[in-house]
């Protein structure tokens, strides 16, 4: 392939964004299509498009001169991203790949073509399937697409469909596991198939929104345990077989098992602290992987964690409150994603926070939790509490 002066993303959000803010050190193009003409790539881009991520026409008529093309999120067309590849792009993920991790049943029988450990399951078409698999019970429904930031996720209660409040299949419905920890693990795999694996990290969930509260790095697991989650979602790359930057979520049992939870094809939230953590971060691998050029260094610095910065109290105009309180303590790196309007959970910024040990870390994280808050300027518009 030539040389590379034009990379399309389809998706215009805060990945975008961070990918933007990296790759705008060298000298490369980046058009990003999006339908929200306020997103957080919109002033950064050197070409920002509106329009709809998900219609192959506009898809392909976007990308038709651009050299590379890259997503942001998933919920993209395919079938244009196939006809791109067609054209000589290099495409990234895969068509192939995105197609089976789009769908939460095809990612599914991957793992389990390839022996990759991950919680038993069914596939159902509709809510009446559920009485089928009592031996499934206690179990989660999951849409198998559409889904995102545990919207789409159902934790059943008993194995009757009327208790059920959920839109319309088909379903993958998933034996629970009882939890430990929720790791994850980013592994990077060139065009060429070499691959890296970053330090598994540890995530806290905020149980009100199912979205990560913040996560730290490295988790703190043993090193045996630590050795065999990088291992697995090393595999899970190797599976895929193709270049990308693969983010896979891993469940740490309370029986001491790794189960693969899922895996998204791309730059992702439990990578975040990456940028300041490593010299090489998720973005960085990513532009290497679009411009041909070798992986960079992924190892950790020294302990990180980072902190999403979500939306509370409704609808409005976002204002971020208490960043003064914060930015004078050293190793404190704000991120504001500069969406115009808050919503009660939804993601607008983070904090990453270095420090020498876990206890400085967990000192860090007390600190941005008191003082920083997403909240509507002048109260909600809409009152959604
Ligand atoms: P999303 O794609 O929306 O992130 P996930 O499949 O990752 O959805 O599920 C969201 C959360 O639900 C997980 O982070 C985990 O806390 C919980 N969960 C998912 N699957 C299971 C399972 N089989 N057993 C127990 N908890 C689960």
């Known amino acids: ?4 002066r034009t990379i399309a993303l389809l998706g215009g959000g805060q990945l975008g964004r961070m990918f933007i803010e990296n790759a705008l050190r060298y000298n490369v193009s980046i058009d990003v299509l999006d339908p929200d003409p306020h997103a957080p790539c919109a002033r950064l881009a050197d070409r920002f498009v509106v329009g709809d991520i998900r219609d192959a026409e506009t898809v392909v008529r976007f990308a038709r001169d651009a050299d590379v093309v890259g997503i942001e999120i998933e919920h993209v067309n395919v079938e244009a991203m196939v006809e791109l590849k067609r054209m000589g792009k290099r495409v990234v993920p895969d068509p192939d790949v995105l197609r089976i991790i789009k769908d939460k049943g095809l990612q599914k029988e991957f793992y389990r073509l390839h022996k990759i450990p991950s919680a038993p399951f069914a596939l159902i078409e509709d809510l009446r399937g559920i009485e089928q698999h009592g031996d499934l019970f206690p179990a989660v429904l999951k849409s198998r697409s559409g889904g995102y930031d545990g919207k789409g996720v159902w934790v059943l209660d008993g194995n009757d469909p009327r208790s059920v409040n959920a839109v319309n299949g088909p379903y993958v419905l998933e034996k629970r596991v009882g939890i430990a920890k929720e790791l994850a693990v980013l592994v990077v795999r060139s ?7 970053y330090d598994p990290v540890e995530m806290v969930f905020d149980p009100r929104y199912n979205l990560v509260d913040h996560l730290r790095a490295p988790a703190r697991i043993t090193s045996d345990l630590s050795e065999r989650a990088k291992g697995l979602a ?49 973005f960085d691998q990513l532009l290497r992987i679009y ?3 070798p992986l960079g260094d992924h190892t950790l610095r020294g302990p990180a964690a980072m902190i999403n910065l979500v939306g509370e109290g409704g609808t409005g105009i976002a204002s971020l409150v208490g960043l003064d309180d914060i930015l004078h303590v050293s190793g404190t790196f704000a991120h504001w994603y500069g969406k115009r309007e808050t919503r009660t959970g939804r993601k607008m910024g983070h904090i ?12 860090a994280i007390a600190v941005t939790k008191v003082h920083c808050k997403v909240v509507p300027e002048k109260g909600p518009i809409v009152n959604e509490q």
């Open 291 to 293: 411009m041909g050029w």
């Open 234 to 282: 090393a595999r899970v790359a190797e599976a895929f077989r193709a270049p990308g930057v693969y983010a896979v979520e891993l469940f740490l049992t309370e029986e001491g098992e790794l189960l693969v939870n899922e895996t998204a094809p791309r730059a992702h939230n439990s990578g975040h602290h990456t940028i300041e953590a490593c010299s090489s971060s998720q």
């Open 191 to 197: 065009t060429e198939g070499t691959q890296v694996t």
């Open 352 to 363: 990453t926070v270095t420090a020498q040990d876990h206890h400085g870390l967990d000192q």
């Open 1 to 4: 392939m030539g040389t590379v």
